[in-house]
């Protein structure tokens, strides 16, 4: 019907066939696209990391997804209460909170704030021992929102009793494409010393407006202290460990690496609860990991076993962290883009520089740890970290006033990819 | 196939495997941009605007066996969105021609012809003629029956021939 039309199209494309072109300029303009979307990426994504190292300072986030065995009674106890769906999807990586949920240690709390600027807070529920109080919670809001994140909360007795918190946590933005009505997450205190009332006010800030809401809690259900006082031994570095603690929240490793070690140890990555039967409780894996300073006395914290009561109970440590006393530093020549310096694993590949951050590429496929805790120019003065950040081939950190920067700067280790290893259990129980 | 693994590589968040499908395609991009805008600088500005474009929006994609019509459709979006911007430009006398040099007469008609077409017929006729797409791939990145896009396709010849027979027109004058 359209021959002739189609034939003319044929020859107009027949005649860009052999049209001159520079393979150079083509490929430059397509790195230029290419890096500009990447370097947005970045942007976006140092975002989030900068808002979770505000949270605190030892959080490792893994999007773990692990299954869950529902039991029947269970699975019923869930349907009873209405919005526990949404509860157990935001515990489901820790087995503890779990048991608690399925212990009915888990508490109701259902109190909604007035409705301000279309929006309204619930307190869903609670979970919460002497030393910590997780609350569950709800953003409602009338119109769709992409994106909702609470921005403060402030956590008060009623009393006047003052709170010692060691740990605040509120969790990421919410984002959802589509939009939604309604946002769950989980707000997480810590506290240095065991709380003595039960009567709070909890502040939450969202989109500028405030909402107070009230909750009393329960009786908290009392912590088992076991005392160990035994040392762990990994390729010649000892770890001296004093006690654990088991809250229905978690369970409190109470430990510090000898001071007579070659090696700083970094991080416990792999340190366990095993019961007889093989059942273990590993890290938190989404939330405070620990606290204390590496080669100081420190707190590490386990999946609670709380409601499992076992036979026989063991502290498990096969692999940690670990770098050479002297090796603790990296040095970083920004202008040349050079390592100057590393430990002798020399697991870095390489660094850039991109704007203010140093971007490290690794010889292994992922590390998923911010390295660096501090950053010290090469006289010994202070320089700021503004945060740590993790993509998919990079492991980058952000220093203040980087660019304008012309000499090395030393930055000290709080991750490293090298390992020692080892196989080490107590019994605890 | 193996630009499909590629694909399905890149969705996932692969940069190599973007880098790669975009030296595919490049040419066609490339080409593309030539046919729809007014000269090399243009295209090359295309170039990399596209690959921003791509880069950002390929997890949204859903059937790996599309990316071509989809990547050349983000190509067309992006020409369309520059033709409309210079209809506000004054094309000065120089632009013109340096197009009346580079380019032989039948090129000259039938471009004209094709950037005097709506939109639709516009982009039809490019993935079907100068892409040699099928009509199938055309519908799913479209995501309408492909009986719609036969529709779309017959007026956009037709609109096509009446172009071309308003110019021959004049010129037989």
Known sequence: MFKREEEQLNEFKKEYDNIPLSLDKLDQAIMTGFNKAKLEERRSKRKKNSIYSFIAAALLFIGLFSSIRISPVFASYISEIPGMEKIVELIRYDKGRLAAVENKYYQELGVTSEVKDGLKVTLDGTIADEMGIVLYYTLHSEEKQKSMMIDKVKLRAKDGTALDEASISYGAPHESEKGQHS???????????????????????????????????????????????????????????????????????????????????????????????GEVWGKILNGVTGTGTNGKKQEIYLQSNYFHEPKELYLVLNSAQAVNKDELFVVVDPQQQKILKQPEANMIRDVKVVGNDLAFTMKMKEFPYGMFSEAFGMSGEKIEIDYNYMTAEENGVSIHGLSTRKEPIKLKLSFYPSWIKGNEKIRIK | METEQLVKKAIKGNDDAFLQLIQIYK???????????????????????????????????????????????????????????????????????????????????????????????????????????????????????????????????????????????????
């Open chain 1, 183 to 277: 946002y769950s997450g989980e707000i997480e205190y810590f506290f240095e010393v065991p709380l003595t009332t039960k009567e709070y006010m909890i502040d939450i800030e969202v989109s500028g407006e405030k909402y107070s809401l009230p909750f009393t809690l329960k009786d908290f259900k009392k912590k088992k202290e076991y005392p160990i006082n035994q040392t762990m031994e990994l390729e010649g570095q000892k770890i001296n460990v004093e006690k654990v603690i088991v809250y229905p929240l978690r369970i409190a490793v109470y430990l510090e690496a000898d001071h007579k070690n070659e090696k700083q140890v970094l991080n416990f990555d792999d340190l366990r609860i095993v019961d007889e039967k």
């Open chain 2, 27 to 173: 040419v066609d991009l490339y080409k593309t941009a030539l046919s729809f805008l007014r000269n090399e600088e243009e295209a090359l500005e295309a170039i990399q605007e596209v690959t921003y474009r791509a880069y950002k929006g390929i997890r949204k994609l859903k059937e790996a066996s599309y990316f071509k019509t989809w990547l050349i459709r983000i190509m067309i979006n992006y020409c369309n969105d520059q033709l409309k911007k210079q209809k506000r430009v004054v094309i000065n006398e120089e632009v013109l021609e340096s197009i009346g040099v580079t380019e032989n007469h039948s090129e000259m008609e039938l471009r004209d012809a094709m950037l005097g077409l709506d939109e639709r017929s516009r982009e039809i006729l490019t993935l079907k003629y100068f892409h040699d797409l099928k009509i199938k791939d055309i519908a799913g990145t479209m995501q309408c029956p492909e009986g719609t896009v036969k529709t779309w396709l017959n007026k956009a010849l037709k609109a096509l021939r009446e172009k071309l027979e308003e110019r021959g027109g004049n010129l037989n004058v």
